[in-house]
């Protein structure tokens, strides 16, 4: 057995492994207003500015239009968004929060604490949970830098 080919040894399975364990902590926060984690995404997107171009939420959520359609199109049917077409530019389609979606950030306020204090130990607290997240935006910057 060679090392570099060890479970242990790999940095990205201890990625996916938190990824897929925050995820599910988000589960039972997200149920109360009725969102999957990806919606919430997207929400959090909106609420920092409605009306946005599809494009420019795919871009925040580093996601393919192709992707994020058919999310759209599912919180489009619950009514939490809008999608219409641009006014200058008809391929362009527009994303707005319906009242029902401007309503769920007042019931969302309490998420970030509540997940945050779910994996806050010694280790991560929020001096380190700052540290750890600039390397990681590094990560993703390099990362995304190779895909071009």
């Known amino acids: 057995m060679y090392p570099q080919l060890k479970l242990e040894n790999q940095l990205c399975f201890r990625f996916y492994t938190v990824s897929r364990l925050i995820t ?6 997200l149920k109360g207003l009725g969102l999957t984690y990806p919606q919430y995404l997207v929400m959090l ?7 946005q171009p599809v494009n420019d939420i795919a ?13 759209l199109q599912r919180m489009e049917k619950v009514v939490l968004l809008r ?16 009242a ?3 309503a769920l950030e007042q019931q969302a306020l309490s998420i970030p604490n509540a997940l945050t204090s779910s994996f806050t130990c010694d280790q991560v607290n929020p001096e380190t949970a700052s ?12 990362l995304g830098d190779k895909r071009l």
């Open 100 to 102: 029902k979606g401007k």
């Open 59 to 71: 871009k925040r959520l580093k996601l393919n239009t192709n992707t994020i359609t058919p999310l």
């Open 45 to 51: 997107v909106l609420w920092e500015q409605d009306r």
């Open 24 to 29: 599910q902590a988000y589960q039972p926060l």
């Open 83 to 98: 999608r219409t077409k641009g006014k200058d530019d008809a391929r362009q389609v527009i994303v707005t929060l319906t």
């Open 131 to 142: 540290t750890l997240a600039e390397l990681l935006d590094a990560m993703i910057d390099t």
